[in-house]
Every structure is written in structure tokens, then in C-alpha cells.
């Protein structure tokens, strides 16, 4: 199951969003930008953690 691993990257993520936020202002993306993002990430760390998210793994080939 990748949900519970999966929880703790998304955290990272949005630690390392967050250490990034200057950054992204001189990219000309504005705080509404960063919150729509940081909410984003901290929403899906939620639902991996509840249980009420997870991750799927598929493998396509041809016949």
C-alpha cells in the first residue's frame, strides 16, 4: 500500500514548498498561487493519512 508512505512525501513537499516561497514570489507567482498550492498538498497529506485517499499503480502493455 503506497497511501501511508505516500503521506509522508506530500509533507515533504509542502515543507519544501513552503522553504521556497520567496522564490516563487520572484517567479511572479503570487500568495494566492502558494495557498491554493500549500492547501492542495496539505489536503491530500490529510486524506493518505485518514485512509480515505491512496495511490494505484497500474502497468499498461500491449498484447
Known amino acids: ?5 505516500y503521506a ?3 509533507a ?3 515543507q519544501a514548498f ?4 520567496r522564490e516563487l514570489g520572484a517567479l511572479g507567482f503570487d500568495a494566492r ?8 498538498l496539505s489536503y491530500c497529506e490529510g486524506g493518505f493519512r485518514a485512509g480515505t485517499l491512496d495511490v494505484q499503480q497500474f502497468h499498461l502493455a500491449r498484447p
Open 8 to 10: 509522508t512525501t506530500l
Open 18 to 21: 513552503r522553504a521556497r516561497g
Open 1 to 5: 500500500r503506497f497511501g501511508a508512505d
Open 12 to 14: 515533504h513537499w509542502a
Open 33 to 40: 498561487f502558494r495557498r491554493l498550492w500549500e492547501f492542495y
